[in-house]
């Protein structure tokens, strides 16, 4: 089973202030992804990335950037966090083969921003 | 119009019955998954379909790529299946995305 660890797994950030919400895969997958959920939705694409130094937008990429310094690691960074970005994050990987294309998620991170 | 649309978005079932969600979508997807979400909000997969049909236990789902849709069948819902299910589906840019969800009700 992968395993797609994030840190951490709740957060109480204050408005304006810079919030970092890291993920780290141990099963060598290319892709890397960050969701948002927000309460009684479905998951919303911010970034995502296929290869470490490299980043693409997502489907609602502002305010959000995302940092991919390794194949293990993909950040999601909040510059200046507002009170509209309070909800759930959750990371994904998945190898992306020919054969294989099965996402696997983190836990989720709340994060309330107030 | 929505790249995945799913239906319905709420469901109440009796313990017993079956029922069915679907996902449609707009453009070919490359594979499928359906998630179940618990009331700890852990996503929890429950298939992941390149093509055709899989089952396990109450569950089958299908996926038709070429018809651009996926199903999800529970028969003889239990009370522990009440959650949310979502299914989402993987574009050919590599990204997946996912349906707005469908809450199920599973009623004693």
């Known amino acids: 089973e992968a395993a797609v660890t994030q840190s951490p797994r709740s957060k109480v950030a204050v408005t304006g202030g810079k919030v970092t919400l890291s993920c780290h895969q141990t099963n060598n997958h290319d892709y890397m992804y960050w969701y948002r959920q927000d309460t009684g939705h479905g998951l919303r694409l911010i970034h995502y990335s296929y290869v470490a130094d490299s980043t693409e937008k997502g489907d609602i990429p502002d305010g959000y950037k995302a940092s991919r310094p390794s194949q293990e690691n993909f950040s999601l960074i909040l510059e200046l966090a507002s009170l509209s970005q309070t909800a759930v994050y959750f990371c994904?990987?998945?190898?992306?083969?020919?054969?294989?294309?099965?996402?696997?998620f983190g836990k989720g991170t709340r994060l309330t921003v107030v | 119009g929505m790249p995945v649309e799913q239906n319905p978005p709420a469901l109440s079932l009796y313990e017993g019955a079956d029922s069915g969600l679907r996902c449609n979508f707009s453009t070919t997807m490359k594979s499928v998954q359906w998630f179940q979400q618990n009331h700890r909000g852990r996503l929890i997969t429950l298939f992941y379909?390149?093509?055709g049909t899989k089952e396990n236990g109450r569950l089958k789902s299908t996926f038709n790529s070429k018809e651009r849709y996926s199903t999800l069948h529970i028969k003889d819902a239990q009370l522990e299946d009440s959650g949310t299910y979502f299914c989402?589906?993987?574009?050919?840019?590599?990204?997946?995305?996912f349906g707005k969800g469908t809450h199920l009700h599973v009623l004693p």
């Open positions: 379909l390149a093509q």
């Open positions: 994904a990987s998945s190898e992306m083969d020919r054969t294989n294309t099965e996402v696997f």
């Open positions: 989402a589906g993987l574009t050919n840019a590599y990204k997946v995305i």
